[in-house]
């Protein structure tokens, strides 16, 4: 069925390191995936999002790479600091279907000093 | 901060009552989005609303039901509760209908008793 995965569950990383946080879709009809974090006690907080007609996409010192041939989807986090601490939720849309997200189960991230 | 402002933040309850979350979106934002977060679930695509009109529902139970006034915000009522609707639900907004950022309130942790 339609789902949203992630490859690793926990990710530990040296503060200053860069962060790679991978997703994998499913449903090749999503045209607009997202990513979010979120941190304890509080909502999703968006990050980035790409639609389907670009492959990549920047922020300030977040990357997604979208590679539609494989349905992978991946967040980069440059110089990752302590605050990027959190749980990492790549979502998609339901492509024709409407705008609602699918969620993957997110990456937890952990960021050491 | 989002500007979406979830009520309550904790609501404790016991089997077989029914108690209603309230959303309100931010600012100009037409569109709402319910979802429930549980540890064996993830984040869980319920219903939306788009200026007053029901657009998609999810996984949603019968039991519960939603609506979107006129001034926009949202209530999602949940009724003869049961051990296993214990979640965090959060609503989202955006601007418009089509692909966009859905903004996310910090929640109502619902616990059932």
């Known amino acids: 069925g339609e789902s949203v995965g992630l490859h690793l569950p926990t990710l530990s990383v040296q503060e200053g390191d860069n962060s790679i946080i991978n997703c994998a879709y499913s449903?090749?009809?999503?045209?607009?995936f997202i990513w979010y974090k979120q941190e304890s006690g509080k909502g999703p907080q968006f990050i980035i999002d790409?639609?389907?007609?670009?492959d990549k996409r920047q922020g300030q010192r977040v990357t997604v790479l979208l590679n539609k041939t494989v349905k992978h989807l991946s967040l980069q986090i440059a110089a990752t600091q302590p605050g990027d601490s959190a749980v990492y939720f790549c979502?998609?849309?339901?492509?024709?279907?409407?705008?609602?997200?699918?969620f993957g189960k997110g990456t937890t991230l952990s960021v050491s000093s | 901060d989002s500007g979406v402002t979830q009520t309550p933040k904790h609501l404790i309850t016991a089997t077989g009552q029914r108690v209603t979350l309230r959303c309100s979106p931010r600012?100009?934002?037409?569109?709402v989005y319910w979802y429930q977060q549980s540890l064996d679930q993830g984040l869980q695509f319920l219903i939306q609303?788009?200026?007053?009109?029901?657009?998609a529902k999810g996984n949603i139970l019968e039991r519960f039901s939603a609506q979107q006034f006129p001034d926009l915000h949202s209530e999602l009522n949940l009724s003869s509760l049961e051990l296993g609707d214990s979640a965090l639900y959060f609503c989202?907004?955006?601007?418009?209908?089509?692909?966009?950022?859905?903004?996310f309130g910090d929640g109502t942790r619902l616990s059932i008793l």
């Open positions: 989202a907004s955006s601007p418009h209908e089509g692909n966009q950022p859905q903004h």
């Open positions: 449903n090749s009809a999503s045209d607009y």
């Open positions: 790409i639609r389907s007609n670009m």
């Open positions: 979502a998609e849309n339901k492509g024709q279907a409407g705008t609602a997200l699918i």
């Open positions: 600012s100009g934002d037409l569109s």
């Open positions: 609303y788009y200026n007053g009109e029901e657009r």
